[in-house]
């Protein structure tokens, strides 16, 4: 069973999603906790961190929820 203890997300981390997320176009929870070997609740504190700042936008419902890059200006 993982630990679920509050954790301090680095730039670091959210360097590591943010390319992740343009290699792949999305992210999901399960891509994220493979690339920091993160808990299920501590990528869903991380998300919602980066939703916060603008860093990421959440995608979908339930089990389809996809994390992305904000849109700008309709890109470029």
Do not use: A, H, W
Request: proline share 4%; aromatic share 8%; with cysteine.
């Amino acid at each position: 069973m993982p630990l679920n203890y509050p954790i301090e997300f680095t730039e670091d981390m959210k360097l590591k999603v943010v390319q992740f997320v343009r290699s792949n176009g999305q992210i999901t929870n399960k891509d994220c906790r493979q690339l920091l070997d993160l808990g299920y609740d501590q990528v869903i504190m991380l998300f919602n961190k980066m939703i916060q700042t603008g860093e990421l936008v959440r995608e979908g419902k339930t089990s389809s929820i996809r994390y992305v890059l904000p849109s700008i200006n309709n890109g470029n």
